[in-house]
């Protein structure tokens, strides 16, 4: 059973930074497209970062590029975001979601059509 958890949202003051966590179990991350979605309140969920299976290719939406990087632990089977700069306008829930089959990543940075989502971290960017 394919499963995701996301850890290590919370509070932190903007200019800050996190380091969100997703853990997969049930299947090979390294050989899965992964994608972090956010939806603040009263808004669409919308892709921030993706990466791709096997060749490790990175991709972000624009907002977030060259503050938030992705990456990936296959020891652990996990994929990071590690997030810096961090504004309030990033608050939101941010979820990791794994591809449904091969379809990867957007190149703005979406995955193109998730199959598996976790249940969400909350991230709060206020002073």
């Known amino acids: 059973q394919v499963q995701l958890a996301e850890s290590g949202g919370g509070l932190v003051q903007p200019g800050g930074s996190l380091r969100l966590s997703c853990a997969g179990s049930g299947f090979t991350l390294r050989n899965t497209a992964i994608g972090w979605f956010r939806q603040a309140p009263g808004k669409e969920r919308e892709g921030v970062s993706c990466?791709?299976?096997?060749?490790?290719?990175?991709f972000y939406r624009g907002s977030v590029k060259g503050r938030f990087t992705i990456s990936r632990d296959n020891a652990k089977n996990t994929v990071y975001l590690q997030m810096n700069s961090l504004k309030p306008e990033d608050t939101a829930v941010y979820y990791c979601?794994?591809?449904?089959?091969?379809?990867?990543?957007?190149?703005?940075?979406?995955?193109?059509?998730?199959?598996?989502w976790g249940q969400g971290t909350q991230v709060t960017v206020s002073s």
């Open positions: 990466m791709a299976a096997n060749d490790e290719s990175t």
């Open positions: 979601a794994a591809d449904s089959d091969t379809y990867g990543c957007s190149g703005y940075g979406a995955l193109r059509l998730p199959g598996y």
